[in-house]
């Protein structure tokens, strides 16, 4: 009985060690491109009541840092591309950015910050050579700055890329290697790299590979899907991430880096905004990848499982659209923490919504019902207010692409009306609007998804009484955690087409 007991005990033990060792916990991007963020706190104890316990950021931003603080939580804070440039030009101000954005976090705080992430996808086609010379040397600057700082076992750098940084010539995993404008590069990387017994991390979005080509076998996204396996000498690829992931394997092979390790620094699918990224997929994809992070499955060329940090934990109404309209939609949460959609995190435990949101008052702005739809002021006013606020769920194949003018027009006028913070005057587009109690969400029943939002309270209502006023900060921002789409599609067309 004692024996029995102890045995229990021992058992506990394990697991609480396992789970301070972040061996059972979950990892994700909080990203803070949004109008109306979630207080920091809010979102700490979100990511712990769902058991996250490994969170990536994409700027050392100090409300987040600070809130992360003693929380248990293991951090990668990233740096900008638009840092790179200062940070390749002198080894003083990587010395700068690690004493004020690392070194007193750790100290002072008590962030358990991990990995510096230098650059974000700064090989990305799109960005031509505009980091091509800068990135290598910001990153070796970080790295003096942190071994400086004496924290060069503690804190790892690594460098987030998009899967486009390598391809294969065969059209199958195990031809894998780096793009060849930047084989040497990648190759002085991985190498600074394993030196330094850093990670390197990668981005895989088979969302996009299924948005950007309508002829994409859309199973194959998924983890349970019935497509025609491909097929790579013994092994036997059915999904777009593992071929994907093992694409990176080879490359590393083959250039003499079987064991680097290797961290998914973003993977995930988009709820709205595009004809494919609807509640069902992102449901389907995300459950299919939690039960391999669950499972402790890694893929068929690297049998370990990476550490895998989903994107992203909540949607962010202020990133770019320039990918699409999906990217304000990644978020398995709602902004504001609330569930989109069941997930089952293990054991049966599903998710946890946010705790004690402040939400401003329950009213909302609408087309009021004396105007006309034929009113020559309509287009404008609609126009107007989707330049200030987020309608991207009002496209074709959106949550919202089903309503009618009329409907349509209350979702815009709303949209700024929140996003102004209900502000006097916000609800005023040429005498075409009233404010309403009355919820005009359409019926879920009838409509699907089509929310009309109600914002956080940030305490601003009161505060400010000019509407437009944080239009200037809002464009003012640059976005770095951007994806863009597209450049995947020639490694990932040549993946399935065998
Ligand atoms: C710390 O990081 C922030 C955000 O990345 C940046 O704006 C700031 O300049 C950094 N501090 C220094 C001293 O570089
Ligand atoms: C609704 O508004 C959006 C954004 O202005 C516009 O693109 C779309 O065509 C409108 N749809 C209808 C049915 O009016
Ligand atoms: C709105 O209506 C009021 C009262 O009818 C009128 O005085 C005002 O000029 C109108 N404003 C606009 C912008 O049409």
Known sequence: MGFGYLCVLLVCILLSEGLSKGVFGLACNWGSRSTHQLPPDIVVRLLKANGFNKVKLFEAEAGPLKALGNSGMQVMVGIPND???????????????????????????GVDIRYVAVGNEPFLRTYKDTFIHTTFPALQNVQAALIKAGLGRQVKVTIPINADVYDTGSGLPSGGNFRSDIHDLMIS?????????????????????????????????????????????SITYTNVLDANFDTLVSALEKNGFSNMPIIVGEVGWPTDGDPNANIVNARRF??????????????????????????????EDAKSTDPGNF????????????????????????LTPAKGV?????????????????????????SYAC?????????????????????????????????????????????????TTVDPSPSPNTQGSCRFEIMIDLGKHE????????????????????VVVGFLVPLLLSMWVV
Request: net charge positive.
């Open 83 to 109: 840092l790179l440039a200062p940070l390749a030009s002198s080894v003083q101000v990587a010395e700068n950015w690690v004493a004020q954005n690392v070194s007193s976090y750790i100290s002072k705080n």
């Open 189 to 233: 990387i991985v190498k600074f790299l394993s030196n330094n017994g850093a990670p390197i991390t990668i981005n895989i979005y088979p969302f996009l590979s299924l948005q950007a080509d309508p002829h994409f076998p859309k199973d194959y996204a998924f983890f349970n899907g019935n497509s025609k396996p491909i097929v790579d000498g």
């Open 286 to 315: 995300n459950q299919g990848l939690l039960e391999r992070i669950i499972s402790g499955k890694g893929t068929p060329r690297r049998p370990t499982p990476p550490d895998i940090y989903l994107f992203a934990l909540l949607d």
């Open 327 to 350: 990217e304000r939609h990644w978020g398995i949460f709602n902004f504001d923490g609330s569930i989109k959609y069941p997930l089952n995190l293990g054991s049966g435990r599903g």
């Open 358 to 382: 402040k939400y401003l008052a329950r009213q909302w702005c609408i087309m009021s019902p004396q105007a006309s739809t034929a009113d020559p002021k309509l287009a404008e006013s609609i």
């Open 387 to 435: 330049t200030y606020a987020d309608c991207t769920s009002l496209g074709y194949g959106s949550s919202c692409g089903m309503l009618d003018p009329r409907g349509n027009a209350s979702y815009a006028f709303n949209m700024y009306y929140q996003t102004m913070d209900q502000r006097k005057g916000s609800c005023e587009f040429n005498n075409l609007s009233i404010v």
């Open 463 to 482: 505060k400010r009484s000019s509407a437009p006023s944080m239009a200037a900060s809002r464009f003012g921002r640059y976005n770095s955690n951007i």
